[in-house]
T-cell receptor, first 115, second 112 residues
């Protein structure tokens, strides 16, 4: 069985500050891990995915995430927050590389960016 | 590439009525997925099509729910005898084989 836990339903940062969104997973098989962003009234957009090729994954919009097997974590970071980063972020796990197939999502973290 | 489109974007219905949603995937995408997202939660997988074949169904998909993808193009999701617990955002996604999927904007269903 697979599951995802996102710590913090809301995270607030100042513009220009570091963004850190936490994700821990549970999986009985080697996991594929994903981060998605959802803007209001829009569909989910894939930010990045981990497929075992490299533990540090770079995504779009300056985001990156590091897979740490010992900590069962896949935290999302961005060095400097921008106002346009305000959105809801979802971490997801799957047992396949397909970025849409039977994803198990966390409950999401809403990122607020203060001017 | 016009993206995945879903229709309607919003639907309000009374309990007990039937509703049908439509998803138009990106034209060359052979895989199509339906998810449901309730307020404050992440999306939950409902079902998966490869071309016209429905290959996987979640246990969440009760017998009041049926999905089709005739001719491997657009897909419909029908809910019969709607209940208040069906109120959610219904998301559709499509992909070409195991490539990056694209999600549509969703259909928000409110059952009164």
């Amino acid at each position: 069985a697979q599951s995802v836990t996102q710590l913090g339903s809301h995270v607030s940062v100042s513009e220009g500050a570091l963004v850190l969104l936490r994700c821990n997973y549970s999986s009985s098989v080697p996991p594929y891990l994903f981060w998605y962003v959802q803007y209001p009234n829009q569909g989910l957009q894939l930010l990045l995915k981990y497929t075992s090729a490299a533990t540090l994954v770079k995504g779009i919009n300056g985001f990156e995430a590091e897979f740490k097997k010992s900590e069962t974590s896949f935290h999302l970071t961005k060095p400097s927050a921008h106002m346009s980063d305000a959105a809801e972020y979802f971490c997801a796990v799957s047992d396949r590389e397909d970025s849409s197939y039977k994803l198990i999502f966390g409950s999401g973290t809403r990122l607020l960016v203060r001017p | 590439d016009t993206g995945v489109s879903q229709d309607p974007r919003h639907k309000i219905t009374k309990r007990g009525q039937n509703v049908t949603f439509r998803c138009d995937p990106i034209s060359e995408h052979n895989r199509l997925y339906w998810y449901r997202q309730t307020l404050g939660q992440g999306p939950e997988f409902l079902t998966y099509f490869q071309n016209e074949a429905q290959l996987e169904k979640s246990r969440l998909l009760s017998d009041r729910f049926s999905a089709e993808r005739p001719k491997g193009s657009f897909s419909t999701l029908e809910i019969q005898r709607t209940e208040q617990g069906d109120s959610a955002m219904y998301l559709c996604a499509s992909s070409l084989d195991s490539g990056t999927g694209n999600f549509g904007p969703g259909t928000r269903l409110t059952v009164t």
